[in-house]
């Protein structure tokens, strides 16, 4: 009979725990690797009315999409729901298992299941066609931070989901001004020494005319001293957002339509205009309206995710690109079918009852 363990680490070959994002918490979450499984429960959110589901059904193992533990428990109080719940879970002998983050990010994960049940085609990383390279720039001491700040609001830095991040390290710059200069330290003829900093930053190819023209302009010297390195990527580096082609460009209208027979979402938003054509899209699962400042208008004609705020939409709006939100849950509830599907074939002939949680909702209600 398979085990808790064997189950897990089936997801595991999908979607590998060291994927995930360094703030989540995925993996198992609550149980005994060595239990054995008769029955498992796959599920969206681990809310109440899913654990006692599981429970009625005799499952052994709830496999759900957010985990159930998220944040530090620094104490289990069962007067407070969260902790009720799981200590239910635990009383029940109830295994819990989170694929979160890695899931969708893996290859064959959430996302490209959401690519492939819209029936996109050439799916990709959203960046994947970004190139990157490093500046590597010297500086007197004194015009560290007023440089930095100037590269940073070019747009240098960002690595993921940070900004701002540069090295700099100290060192000697050694020049001497010849006639027709205007030097900023020292003077014609003398050969100077002077305290400098190596500061190294990473940017986007793209926006490299808009970085040297920041960094001229912050820079004390006459003749700023840089070097700029073209970078190697992986080009399926796991990331959660997708870009792929429909076969034939649709209008949005006809779009809408596809994304409510595949998702059935209780609310569908969307931005742009009804006739427009679309044939190049972008999209994440869940709350991705953190990559709209990624989406390229001159790659994609519209972007699909759950959550998007206000803001978000008017500066994707601003910049021509057609929005559609789906919802959080909706565009995530494909986690069911997917697991489902991997499992069984994964395990054929096995004797697992694999089933989809009925009771698995948005928390939202509508009026």
């Known amino acids: 009979m398979l085990k808790v363990k064997d189950i897990t680490g089936r997801i595991q070959e999908l979607a590998p725990a060291e994927m995930a994002m360094d703030w989540d918490n995925s993996g198992l979450q609550l149980g005994d690797p060595e239990e054995q499984v008769k029955s498992v429960l796959i599920a969206v959110e681990p809310t109440e009315k899913v654990v006692l589901e599981a429970l009625e059904k005799n499952c052994q193992l709830l496999i759900v999409h957010h985990p159930l533990i998220f944040q530090g428990v620094k104490s289990l109080n069962l007067a407070d729901p969260r902790g009720s719940l799981i200590a239910q879970a635990l009383k029940n002998d109830l295994a819990v298992f989170a694929a979160h983050t890695n899931l969708d990010q893996a290859r064959g994960g959430l996302n490209d299941f959401l690519a492939e049940k819209l029936e996109l085609e ?29 590269l940073f609001s070019a747009g240098a830095g960002e690595i993921g989901n940070y900004s701002e991040a540069s090295f700099y390290t100290p060192g000697t710059g050694t020049f001497k001004p010849l006639a027709g200069s205007s030097p900023a330290v020292g003077r014609q003829g003398k050969r100077e020494e002077v305290e400098e900093y190596r500061l190294e930053v990473l940017y986007q190819t793209r926006d490299r005319s808009s970085i040297i023209d920041s960094l001229k302009e912050a820079h004390p010297y006459e003749e700023p001293a840089y070097d700029i390195f073209a970078l190697e990527q992986y080009r ?3 990331q959660p957002a997708r870009l792929g082609s429909l076969a034939e460009p649709v209008s949005l209208e006809k779009f809408l339509q596809r994304v409510k027979q595949v998702l059935s979402p209780a609310v569908l938003r969307y931005s742009g205009s009804l006739t427009r054509r679309i044939g190049r899209i972008g999209l994440v699962c869940g709350s991705g309206g953190d990559f709209l400042k990624k989406a390229d208008p001159e790659k994609m004609d519209l972007f699909l995710t759950g959550d998007v705020k206000y803001h978000e939409l008017l500066t994707a709006r601003e910049r021509g690109l057609a929005v559609v939100d789906a919802g959080h ?37 509508l009026v």
């Not at 050439?122 to 440089?147: A, G, H, Y």
């Open 122 to 150: 050439e799916v990709e990383n959203l960046q994947s066609n970004l190139k990157q390279e490093k500046l590597v720039i010297f500086v007197p001491r004194d015009s560290i931070k007023e440089v930095q700040r100037a």
């Open 236 to 238: 399926n580096e796991p």
């Open 329 to 365: 849950f909706a565009t995530e509830k494909i986690f069911r079918e997917l697991i489902a599907d991997y499992l069984s074939d994964s395990f054929p002939g096995q004797e697992l009852e694999i089933v989809e949680a009925s009771r698995d909702e948005s928390p939202w209600q």
